[in-house]
């Protein structure tokens, strides 16, 4: 059982950044990052891999960047050029088992989560 610990969620204005960082208790393959507005369903934001294959939603690419560190335990999430669509609980998942890349933003793919961090664009 690895444990997921998500950081750095806020309020900011239409316009800003911020970065959430996702720190693991074990080894990862996959790290993914998934978002929640009420009412909606959970989707899959970003993913990377051990190896730096990153995939991201059309709604965040290009304003977003998925990054691990070098022990690939702790990966980050710099979010730039927010929207107030983009507002929302934002969760850290990761994986080991190996999965169909086109699969990789799918959140039944995952079975380790962390608690969710918020994240509030105001317009």
């Known amino acids: 059982q690895v444990q997921l610990v998500e950081s750095g969620g806020g309020s900011v204005q239409a316009g800003g950044t911020l970065r959430l960082s996702c720190e693991a208790s074990?080894?990862?393959?996959?790290m993914a990052w998934f978002r929640q507005a009420p009412g909606k369903e959970r989707e899959g934001v970003a993913v990377i891999t051990n190896g730096n294959h990153t995939k991201y939603a059309n709604s965040v690419n290009g304003r977003f960047t998925i990054s691990k560190g070098g022990d690939h335990k702790i990966g980050y999430l710099q979010m730039d050029s927010l929207k107030p669509e983009d507002s929302g609980t934002y969760y850290c998942?990761?994986?080991?088992?190996?999965?169909?890349?086109?699969?990789?933003?799918?959140?039944?793919?995952?079975?380790?989560w962390g608690q969710g961090t918020q994240v509030t664009v105001s317009s």
């Open positions: 998942a990761a994986e080991v088992r190996l999965m169909d890349w086109e699969d990789s933003l799918l959140p039944n793919k995952y079975d380790w």
């Open positions: 074990g080894y990862i393959y996959y």
